[in-house]
Nanobody, 119 residues
């Protein structure tokens, strides 16, 4: 299983970024995927998940600003991040447990991509 995240970078507060995660070695159409993040000195936390059938779930802190989506033709999951805040600064990871819904801690993780939001 490989999850290759990309799209991170440095952006000013209020700006936007789109993260991508290309998956291989999984039955993508049957797998839920999620984005998680870890800020310095903090525990890793859920950002958003998307089930195999497309149902989405968001952390309260990003709801209305972030959008998770998936493209089964490209085996890729995206995270569109708008109205970014300095507190969104973290390393962002994509992950899966290769089941249709993410109901437990994922078993497969990507390498992470850094997002830094300046004030």
């Amino acid at each position: 299983v490989q999850l290759q995240a990309s799209g991170g970078g440095l952006v000013h507060a209020g700006g936007s970024l789109r993260l991508s995660c290309a998956a291989s070695g999984i039955l993508f159409a049957r797998s839920a995927l999620g984005w998680y993040r870890q800020a310095p000195g903090k525990q890793r936390e859920l950002v958003a998940t998307i089930a195999a059938l497309g149902n989405t779930n968001y952390a309260a802190s990003v709801k209305g600003r972030f959008t998770i989506s998936r493209d089964s033709a490209k085996n890729t999951v995206y995270l569109q991040m708008n109205s970014l805040k300095p507190e969104d600064t973290a390393v962002y990871y994509c992950a899966t447990n290769q089941s249709p819904v993410l109901t437990s801690t994922p078993t497969n993780w990507g390498q992470g991509t850094q997002v830094t939001v300046s004030s």
